[in-house]
């Protein structure tokens, strides 16, 4: 039988699932940003309490996906990564079609913990199959590929929710995940997996991460290394509009501009730093050169004089580009560990990456009122990306790593 080309082999279905779900997953995490202020208006929140009630909506999604990250995770390992796969993406479309439906904050509240739940897995399983069905010289172009998709789902939300009401932009995302289920049927599970199944192996076992030392070493040092990722989107993203006027802008930043021009700039790094990482061939110097850029723009975010708008949006562009490390980063967290728990960790680690916005926002809103807005932001921002790199300079280089092997 002859080879395939390493193009057929990149685009085979299962990748080409993968990249779309993530297409669709991230289009919800981001359409929720956009239409949190006129769904909470429709639902009859007004004035001050936007932002305390778009906070509990938005910590309880995260509730939702530091749950969901490890039950997705453990069932990736147990019942396969197909079945994660596609069981994450039926449960995140209809929790995005039932939020369309919402007639009141508690109801909406259920539903984006639901969501968030869904939302958990479809990144951790769909990268770890793409891990395992390519080989390693594709690995990483496999990355460049599901990000470059799930950029661009976070990008179309930004014109959905430009384009219709609120209520029809949850319709649409929940409609493309319930039509990417149709490709299910011709989508084959990894073949690491399905001969790992024959095999009297214990799969999916999270309590074993954190009681072998070797193990929970790495799990924790792959957790660390992300964190810079979501201090970037969680509070100078975030918080855009706020950073704006401390600049003095005249003109008010628009948060939803600025995540959408995030997401541009993430989806070009995410294509940089996978091409880099084959380049250099080496996941840690790749992830290395971003966190640099990262912390270089950050500081210019936060201590330049900005004096218009397109010059602080630029920097938001600037910033999502040095975030597009993210898929690499959970590529390395997949290679790190055997096919018996690898989908626990895939899916995990990335969900409490995204929960660290929790306590970072807290932390930032002690120091804000003591040291000031960028003072706080930068302090914190320095603290983690020095963890980060320290974290990555203890964890092994899996550019090469052989993916067919188990944890015992």
Not at 10 to 17: F, I, M
């Amino acid at each position: 039988m002859p080879t395939q080309s390493p193009l057929r082999q990149l685009l085979q279905l299962p990748v080409l699932v993968a990249a779309l779900g993530y297409f669709v997953d991230m289009y919800d995490l981001f359409l929720f940003s956009v239409v949190r202020v006129p769904s909470l208006k429709a639902l009859g929140v007004t004035g001050d309490r936007l932002l305390p009630e778009g906070v509990f909506l938005l910590n309880l999604q995260l509730v939702g996906l530091l749950l969901g990250g490890i039950l997705w995770g453990i069932l990736g390992d147990k019942r396969g990564r197909l079945s994660v796969l596609f069981g994450s993406i039926l449960l995140y479309s209809l929790a995005n079609i039932a939020n369309g439906m919402v007639t009141n904050t508690t109801q909406y509240a259920v539903l984006r913990f639901v969501a968030g739940i869904g939302l958990a897995g479809e990144l951790g399983a769909g990268i770890t199959l793409v891990a395992e069905i390519l080989p390693q010289q594709l690995r990483g172009y496999g990355s460049v590929l599901v990000a470059t998709m799930g950029v661009l789902g976070g990008i179309l939300a930004y014109f959905v929710a430009d384009l219709f009401a609120w209520r029809m932009s949850y319709y649409v995302g929940g409609g493309l995940g319930l039509l990417l289920l149709v490709l299910r049927v011709n989508v084959f599970e990894s073949g690491l997996y399905e001969h790992l199944k024959a095999r009297n192996i214990e799969r999916g076992n999270f309590v074993s991460l954190l009681t072998h030392p070797d193990r929970l070493r790495k799990y924790a040092l792959a957790i660390v290394v992300g964190i810079p990722l979501w201090f970037v989107v969680g509070i100078l993203i975030t918080f855009s509009p706020e950073f704006g006027i401390h600049a003095g802008l005249s003109t008010p930043i628009i948060a939803g501009k600025a995540v959408m021009l995030a997401f541009a700039g993430q989806s070009l790094g995410d294509v940089v730093s996978g091409l880099l990482s084959q380049r250099l061939q080496s996941r840690k110097k790749a992830i290395r050169v971003f966190m640099g850029l990262s912390f270089t723009t950050m500081a210019i975010y936060l201590l330049m004089p900005i004096h218009q708008t397109t010059t602080f949006y630029f920097l938001c562009a600037c910033l999502g580009f040095c975030n597009g490390y993210w898929t690499l980063f959970i590529v390395m967290a997949a290679e790190l560990f055997g096919t018996n728990l690898r989908a626990t960790v895939a899916t995990s680690v990335p969900n409490f990456v995204r929960g660290a916005t929790v306590p970072l926002t807290a932390l930032f809103v002690v120091l804000k009122p003591v040291m000031g807005l960028t003072h706080g932001a930068l302090l914190i921002g320095t603290v983690i990306v020095a963890c980060s790199l320290l974290a990555l300079h203890f964890q092994e280089e899996t550019f090469n790593k052989d993916m067919d092997y188990v944890e015992v």
